[in-house]
């Protein structure tokens, strides 16, 4: 039983407005569900992935009115968004530039040619060359189809000591070690080792940076709520859940978020993890050709919709 990669990463934005503009036009992802956080209805939950809302694509965001984060260990610490080679970098490259996004040099990092670079509230992200697997372009993206946005992978946690987290991730989520590389500025380093999952290229590639006596983080805008794992069908969804019962875990047991099925856990240095089915995905209520143009509520929430749309600030949407 082994994880395919990531399924989504959810971050926390406290400007969904600006939000939405940046991925969707800087970025030039789809705007794939427009819904509430289900535990938080005054939030959105926005999804934003490649043309047909691919598992292993999303990138979303709790819209909560928060403080930035400060940054730490003991949490998400990079997301890498892959790009199809290093031509499309050098496009990616111009277009921070003129946009004056925030940005550094090109670099490589495991072997790949990457760019770091933030978003309007200091998010953490790597555009990465990776053309592993298929990609789905959006016909409507801001963004040429040879350029635009392939998937995650792979993402960074900080840990300041590996082994419990390394326990979990090889003993109980069988993902295997990889390699290890070095990486840091203005004369400090830190180790990085990294695991893979079931899945081809840095998708699957989880990278555990060890910064031993670092400050925890805070929570906050700009920072990474949770990481979630891909698992492919709901029988091995429910082994998962039997084996983290079984191997002494705490979960929050079986959720069922209507687009897909949650396993909520955290790893022994306290990041929250989810493991998340495949299916049914986001067309389950809406048509593919349509996703992300109202707001879609799950079926238990539907008989709120008039309350919880009264909560909620307008969001642009005709270029998503």
């Given amino acids: 039983m082994h994880l395919l990669g990531f399924h989504h990463l959810t971050a926390v934005t406290a400007d969904a407005v600006r939000n939405h503009q940046f991925y969707t036009q800087t970025l030039g992802l789809r705007l794939v569900k427009k819904t509430v956080n289900q535990d938080d209805v005054s939030a959105y939950h926005l999804f934003y992935a490649d043309g047909r809302a691919t598992p292993g694509t999303d990138i979303t965001f709790f819209d909560w009115p928060v403080p930035a984060e400060r940054r730490g260990t003991h949490s998400v610490v990079r997301t890498g ?42 998010q953490r ?52 070690p990889a390699g290890e590389y070095t990486t840091g500025s203005n004369g400090a380093s830190a180790r990085v080792h990294v695991y893979r999952m079931g899945g081809e290229g840095a998708a699957a590639e989880l990278h555990v940076v060890v910064e031993p006596g670092g400050r925890p983080a805070r929570a906050g805008a700009g920072g990474v709520h949770h990481v979630a794992f891909r698992t492919p069908t709901v029988e091995e969804y429910e082994a998962w859940a039997t084996r983290l019962q079984a191997m002494g875990i705490p979960s929050s047991g079986p959720v069922n978020r209507f687009y897909f099925r949650s396993l ?57």
């Fill in 264 to 320: 909520y856990f955290r790893e022994p240095n306290g990041i929250l993890f989810e493991i998340a089915t495949d299916g049914p995905g986001f067309a389950a209520d809406e048509p593919m050709d349509a996703l992300g143009q109202r707001l879609a509520l799950p079926p238990f929430l539907e008989p709120r919709r008039a309350e919880i749309e009264t909560g909620l600030k307008p969001l642009l949407t005709g270029a998503s």
């Fill in 81 to 122: 968004l892959r790009v199809a080679s290093e031509e499309s970098l050098a496009w990616w490259r111009r277009r921070f530039t003129e946009l004056g996004v925030n940005h550094g040099v090109a670099l490589a990092r495991f072997g790949r040619p990457a760019i770091d670079f933030e978003d309007f509230e200091g």
């Fill in 125 to 176: 992200l790597t555009l990465v060359v990776d053309d592993t697997g298929p990609a789905s372009p959006w016909e409507k993206s801001s963004v040429p189809a040879e350029h635009q946005i392939r998937g995650l992978g792979p993402i960074t946690l900080s840990v300041p000591e590996l082994p419990p987290t390394e326990v979990v991730l090889t003993k109980v989520m069988n993902m295997s």
